[in-house]
């Protein structure tokens, strides 16, 4: 029986779509356009002059479904650029607001991005379909709305790669080249990225209605986000109490896998911040190399807001603006709201350690929880950091001295005798643990990649497609990363190295 059967006084705008008796060419519905006017602006993709389909990500096509599947590239690159509009589709841009760098912009918005509607997958699971860089919408405050290939490039490798490392993330359809130019600080060639998301909705959308006193907003968002994400809550004693608490659980979970793998988001402002607990906006994010905590990327972070080890302060941070503008649905008294939520952004910090320290007892191949282990993941940290050691490569070489020997590990360091003093003690707390050597390997090897997205390595695929129309470097590094646990003897070694010193990366940039 369909989800929406029975529901006649109160249908839902979901059900006003799944109704119709006919699906559009590529099964979209558009429940975000069927809510208020205010919410959203409708908009026109600008096109453009001579597109070329430059990746069309046939897995997740399939995912989608097969219009989705059995799409051509011609009409690929017409859809992908905004050239042609499916049937179906109602483009709209999505009005938000958000914290930037601490600082409060009451309008933001989609200024080059564009949702074409929503499309549900095999799974069942319904995904919002999102061009970037389509051309001005509303919201652009000035710019032209649209992308350069760089950052397109960037974060169709960098959400791929996130979503084979197994994190929440937003995922990338297609890129297409627009065949036109966009200005920065200089000439550079355009581009449309599609996006795929289980929902663009964000803390800085909340944020939106409650900085205008519309609480009618706040709860209508509310009520959609419970209904599409989290249908379960529908009957708790106050579903918008589960809401901030689902928020928390999905936003802890989601940056200590971050952390985990060593990446760097960049720019953790609020309406970059997911109601779903998906990645997303992949602008100067990063993968640190050298493990050092206060690490940075973002050209445009400069006091070092967004370093490495501020990641989990500053979702607490914006998890209580999340918790501000639904004060007036989580009771009648305004008191007893701020009591509610201030005990849900302080069950935060607990939340995110637990998840961390979880995560590095997987890296460390520790299958119980035992008193010490918190020492003995820091004094690890603490090696890495005091050695400059590549954090990805140290804890995957560490993977491999469980069932081998220590010398390759052994080797990053230039003090080895530390290092070795700490293995002995490693060693000694798998005593008990009813887990084979191998088994504790393979293990740690599901969790500790080889390949990740090196700034080098992104550079060097942006570098050969801007100046080249090169896109082997691209696709080769794409192709790498589909498999980032699995070491293969036909991958050079450069794959899974640190840059040299001539090849670092040290500040990245947005795409806007």
């Known amino acids: 029986m369909s989800a929406c059967a029975g529901n006649i006084a109160r249908p839902s705008v979901f059900c006003q779509f799944l109704s119709l008796e006919s699906r559009p060419m590529l099964d979209f519905v558009n429940t975000y356009a069927a809510l208020p006017d205010r919410f959203y602006a409708r908009v026109h993709p600008s096109g453009a002059p001579s597109p070329r389909l430059i990746a069309y990500n046939r897995d997740l096509a399939r995912e989608l479904g097969p219009s989705w599947e059995a799409m051509d590239e011609a009409t690929a690159a017409a859809v992908f650029s905004g050239n042609r509009v499916p049937d179906g589709s109602m483009p709209i841009a999505m009005a938000y607001a958000g914290h930037q760098f601490g600082g409060f912009s009451p309008q933001l918005g ?17 995904r919002d379909i999102q061009l970037k860089g389509a051309g001005r919408t509303p919201y652009s405050r000035g710019g032209d709305g649209r992308a350069a290939l760089g950052p397109v490039i960037r974060e169709y490798i960098v959400s791929e790669a996130m979503h084979a490392l197994g994190l929440p993330t937003t995922r990338a359809l297609a890129a297409v080249a627009t065949g036109d130019q966009v200005y920065r600080e200089t000439s550079l060639p355009g581009a449309v990225l599609t996006r795929v998301a289980k929902s663009h909705v964000r803390v800085g959308t909340f944020q939106f209605f409650a900085a ?50 060593g990446f760097i ?68 008294e305004l008191d007893a709201a701020v009591e509610i939520a201030n005990a849900e952004v302080q069950r935060f910090g607990p939340q995110f350690t637990g998840h961390w320290v979880a995560g590095l007892r997987r890296k460390l191949g520790l299958t119980t929880e035992r008193e010490g282990d918190e020492p003995l993941i820091q004094g690890f940290l603490d090696l890495l950091q005091s050695g400059e050691v590549d954090f990805t ?68 695929a942006i570098v050969a497609a801007t100046e080249r129309e090169d896109f082997g470097p691209f696709e080769r590094l794409h192709a790498v990363l589909a498999h980032p646990y699995e070491r293969r003897a036909d991958i050079p070694i450069r794959y899974e190295l640190p840059a040299r010193p001539e090849e670092r990366v040290l500040r990245t940039f947005c795409g806007t």
């Open 110 to 126: 989609d200024g080059r991005a564009i949702l074409l509607g929503e499309t549900v997958d095999r799974d069942g699971v319904r």
């Open 212 to 261: 205008r006193g519309d609480t009618d907003g706040v709860k209508a968002l509310a009520d959609y986000v419970i209904e599409r994400l989290y249908p379960d809550l529908a009957g708790e004693a106050n579903p918008y109490l589960g809401l901030l608490r689902r928020v928390a659980d999905r936003q802890s979970a989601l940056v200590a896998r971050w952390m985990q793998i």
């Open 265 to 332: 988001h960049g720019v953790m402002n609020t309406d970059n911040s997911s109601i779903s607990g998906e990645t997303i906006d992949f602008g100067p994010c990063a993968f640190m190399e050298a493990y050092d905590p206060a690490t940075v990327f973002s050209s445009i972070d400069r006091n070092g807001r967004y370093a490495y080890h501020n990641q989990a302060g500053i979702a607490q941070w914006n998890l209580a603006r999340l918790a501000e503008t639904l004060l007036p649905l989580l009771a009648d």
């Open 393 to 460: 490569r140290a804890f995957r070489l560490l993977s491999d001295a469980a069932d081998g020997g220590d010398d390759p590990l052994l080797s990053l360091f230039v003090d080895p005798d530390p290092v070795t003093a700490w293995l002995t003690e490693w060693r000694q707390r798998h005593a008990g643990e009813e887990i084979t050597v191998a088994e504790r390997a393979a293990a740690m090897r599901a969790v500790n990649p080889v390949y990740i997205p090196r700034n080098h390595l992104i550079e060097e």
